[in-house]
């Protein structure tokens, strides 16, 4: 397939890597020239305008930061749509939001050019991996033309077609909402079990044990608990967006979320006090800072450790 990728970030660089070695004829584009180089020693074409992407490609996919840059790439000045042929497709990536890609659906359409959004989840060591899982929002028949280049980047038993335009964003909106849910919620639970005078390992195997269980107990907090590593591939900044997002979206569909409104807050005070490139996970040392202790189980398993000013 002749594909053009646009954005190679954190994520974008990885999968655009993938396509490669599937063999797939790849021109690549970044604001960052620099960020292509791994891609155009392995053969990649580097584009010097968007445009220029677009008239090397049958297909587009694009991995931008925000909604915004997406609007930016297909609808501004010298963009994406203007210069794609009829018979292509553009296939989003990025965590955006519905209304963006019904507007360019809008203009899109009548040239004959075909959209799907296919967020992804498994961050950069999914990407890496080639082992994404991808949700795929649009016609199914679309899905199963791209489903080469999808299954290049992404596991193909998590490749799922989710429903029509619109539900893959929907869906990654509330993967990322549900898994910060998660991270504040357990953050409270664990730091306030420690005060008490529990001891770590001994709560977390509890925890891990009981109906309250959740993969992101069995999995994801233990690279805080082994090694204070609060996940800096993902920003701060990246995680604030991402709930802005599903808490607009749940007000948009006239949906309260309390609880949710108040997991964005609490990630907005983490980026405050952390700063915008502090992990993603950050929000766990808030509550570590709070009760004095460091959530810690190195190797030797031992408690919490309390911190002293």
Same mark, same amino acid.
Request: hydrophobic share 45%; aromatic share 4%.
């Given at each position: 397939?002749? /594909?053009?990728? /646009?954005?190679?970030?954190?994520?974008?660089?990885?999968?655009?890597?993938?396509?490669?070695?599937?063999?797939?004829?790849?021109?690549?584009?970044?604001?960052?020239?620099?960020?292509?180089?791994? =891609?155009?020693?392995?053969?990649?074409?580097?584009?010097?305008? /968007?445009?220029?992407?677009?008239?090397?490609?049958?297909?587009?996919?694009?991995?931008? +930061?925000? +909604?915004?840059?997406?609007?930016?790439?297909?609808?501004?000045?010298?963009?994406?749509?203007?210069?794609?042929?009829? &018979?292509?497709?553009?296939?989003?990536?990025?965590?955006?939001? +519905?209304?963006?890609?019904?507007?360019?659906?809008? =203009?899109?359409?009548?040239?004959?050019?075909?959209?799907?959004?296919?967020?992804?989840?498994?961050?950069?060591?999914?990407?890496?991996?080639?082992?994404?899982?991808?949700?795929?929002?649009?016609?199914?028949?679309?899905?199963?033309?791209?489903?080469?280049?999808?299954?290049?980047?992404?596991?193909?038993?998590?490749?799922?077609?989710?429903?029509?335009?619109?539900?893959?964003?929907?869906?990654?909106?509330?993967?990322?909402?549900?898994?910060?849910?998660?991270?504040?919620?357990?953050?409270?639970?664990?730091?306030?079990?420690?005060?008490? &005078? @529990?001891?770590?390992? @001994?709560?977390?195997?509890?925890? @891990?044990?009981?109906?309250?269980?959740?993969?992101?107990?069995?999995?994801?907090?233990?690279?805080?608990?082994?090694?204070?590593?609060?996940?800096?591939?993902?920003?701060?900044?990246?995680?604030?967006?991402?709930?802005?997002?599903?808490?607009?979206?749940?007000?948009?569909?006239? @949906? +309260?979320?309390?609880?949710?409104?108040?997991?964005?807050?609490?990630?907005?005070?983490?980026?405050?006090?952390? &700063?915008?490139?502090?992990?993603?996970?950050?929000?766990?040392?808030?509550?570590?800072?709070?009760?004095?202790?460091?959530?810690?189980?190195?190797?030797?398993?031992?408690?919490?450790?309390?911190?002293?000013?």
């Amino acid at each position: 397939m002749r /594909i053009g990728f /646009i954005g190679l970030g954190n994520m974008g660089g990885p999968m655009s890597l993938n396509l490669l070695a599937a063999g797939h004829t790849l021109t690549v584009y970044d604001v960052r020239k620099e960020a292509a180089a791994e =891609q155009v020693a392995q053969g990649a074409r580097l584009a010097s305008t /968007i445009a220029e992407v677009a008239g090397n490609s049958d297909t587009v996919i694009t991995m931008l +930061p925000t +909604p915004r840059h997406v609007e930016q790439v297909l609808l501004g000045d010298g963009g994406l749509l203007a210069a794609m042929a009829e &018979g292509s497709t553009w296939i989003d990536m990025s965590t955006s939001v +519905p209304a963006v890609a019904d507007r360019v659906r809008a =203009q899109a359409e009548p040239l004959g050019i075909r959209v799907l959004d296919a967020p992804v989840s498994g961050m950069a060591k999914g990407a890496r991996s080639g082992m994404l899982q991808i949700f795929v929002g649009g016609d199914g028949e679309d899905v199963a033309r791209q489903r080469p280049a999808l299954e290049a980047m992404g596991d193909p038993e998590r490749i799922l077609h989710v429903g029509p335009h619109g539900a893959g964003y929907a869906v990654k909106l509330m993967i990322n909402l549900l898994w910060f849910c998660h991270l504040v919620a357990t953050s409270e639970v664990l730091a306030v079990g420690a005060k008490a &005078g @529990v001891d770590l390992e @001994v709560l977390h195997r509890s925890l @891990v044990a009981s109906p309250a269980t959740s993969n992101f107990l069995q999995s994801d907090v233990l690279s805080v608990l082994h090694h204070g590593d609060y996940d800096e591939s993902f920003a701060m900044s990246l995680a604030c967006k991402d709930l802005g997002l599903a808490v607009d979206l749940a007000r948009e569909v006239g @949906v +309260p979320v309390e609880l949710s409104a108040l997991v964005e807050q609490v990630y907005r005070r983490g980026r405050a006090a952390y &700063g915008d490139l502090a992990g993603e996970m950050i929000p766990m040392k808030l509550y570590e800072d709070v009760a004095g202790l460091e959530l810690r189980l190195p190797t030797s398993q031992s408690a919490a450790r309390e911190v002293h000013p």
